[in-house]
């Protein structure tokens, strides 16, 4: 058994790729019997989960009203009772608070450290930081990460796209590609019939779905002018959108300016555990053109339900759609993509093969298989980890 000390910037109820990921391997972890305990901020709305939490005191951030800042001081009165836990290996998620307080906490409990590359900055800090010049944003993002990186025992990342991204960086920590994977199950038996009932949505709408985030990286606009050229040709299609996130507004804004109020739906948050299988269940083609995921979890998570992918194919949905199973892949060209959208609406042949396609292929990303190529890298770096300090030991 061993026992694993997470820490992150972010978590449930901040809903993203981030918090899904830690959850899924927590659970695992426990269920294959080891303890985990999480380190996350506070926030305003509580939230309980199957395993520890600890939640430090935290503060608004102006630059992303979504996330919270740890308090360093209220963080590190833990100390003496995380001493007397014996942990044997610290698990950093975010490169923010939770990367330097968990280098601290490494050293100070004597303990191996691993962090999870999840974010690929370099195409996600002018989002958020426009006013600054590209170039300045790219050589900040790629000095950060070499920085961070040199500090650790060991590296974990979703995706070989995103590791030669690294590697072309001059990072050399060791690295292993380990993607999150899904539990067997958790979206295979939605009601998508139930979700239409819903949210008033006529069952003969053909009907393209996002899920995710709605940050201005998800590039979701592009979606927007992707169902305002299907509509010409398909008048009952209609775009869900599924999630909450600063980009919203300016969404919604977008939707009417295009023409769209008829064609687009914000459904916002739904609860992974209850709404979300019915959602995926609900979508005739599920839709994807962010070009900065590391990993692509929301694809797996929808041909998990048996709906069909059209998406582009950049850093994580390259690797996911790199055998062409379960779905299209498209340019990120509206008339490109939404050519192939039609192609799925038209053809119920296509269809019904591309969804056996992608039933069959989330089977393969299981948990259980993930979580255990992670205990290999967390055995490995105690390992040596311990060999180091014995030699130490022997060389004074």
């Known amino acids: 058994m061993m026992r694993i000390l997470k820490i992150s910037d972010v978590y449930f109820p901040r809903v993203n790729g981030v918090s899904t990921s830690i959850r899924t391997f927590a659970r695992e972890l426990q269920q294959q019997g080891h303890e985990v ?9 509580p939230l309980d989960d199957h395993f520890e939490v600890i939640r430090i005191p935290s503060r608004y951030l102006f630059v992303d009203p979504e996330d919270r800042l740890m308090q360093r001081r209220s963080l590190r009165r833990h100390l003496p009772e995380l001493h007397r836990r014996n942990f044997d290996i610290i698990h950093i998620h975010t490169p923010f608070a939770a990367h330097y307080e968990g280098i601290w906490l490494s050293r100070q409990l004597g303990i191996p450290v691993v962090e999870t590359y999840h974010t690929y900055f370099e195409e996600y800090l002018d989002k958020y930081l426009p006013w600054l010049p590209r170039k300045v944003l790219r050589y900040a993002a790629r000095q950060f990460s070499r920085t961070q990186c040199a500090v650790l025992d060991a590296m974990v990342v979703p995706t070989r796209p995103m590791l030669d991204v690294l590697h072309g960086y001059g990072i050399t920590a060791p690295a292993s590609i380990i993607p999150t994977g899904i539990p067997a199950g958790a979206f295979s038996s939605g009601d998508g019939t139930r979700f239409r009932a819903r949210h008033n949505i006529a069952t003969n709408r053909q009907l393209m779905l996002y899920v995710g985030r709605v940050a201005y990286e998800k590039n979701i606009g592009f979606l927007l002018r992707v169902i305002d050229r299907v509509r010409r040709s398909h008048p009952r299609s209609l775009l869900v959108i599924a999630g909450e996130g600063p980009a919203t507004r300016h969404l919604r804004r977008l939707s009417t300016s295009l023409g769209l109020d008829h064609h687009v739906r914000f459904v916002g948050y739904l609860s992974r555990e209850h709404d979300l299988p019915d959602c995926y269940a609900a979508g005739d083609v599920f839709t994807f053109a962010s070009n900065t995921e590391t990993q692509g979890l929301v694809l797996l998570e929808a041909m998990q339900a048996g ?10 949905t390259a690797e996911v759609m790199a055998d062409r199973r379960g779905g299209l892949v498209a340019t990120e060209d509206v008339d490109d993509f939404a050519d192939k959208v039609c192609r799925l609406f038209d053809d119920p042949a296509l269809h019904a093969r591309l969804r056996a396609q992608a039933a069959a292929k989330a089977a393969g990303w299981s948990v259980r298989a993930t979580t255990a190529r992670l205990l290999e890298v967390y055995e490995g770096c105690t390992a040596a980890y311990a060999g180091d300090r014995n030699g130490a030991i022997e060389s004074a």
């Open 37 to 45: 305990t999480l380190i996350a901020p506070a926030y305003p709305t």
């Open 307 to 316: 709906t069909p992918v059209v998406s582009t194919a950049v850093m994580g």
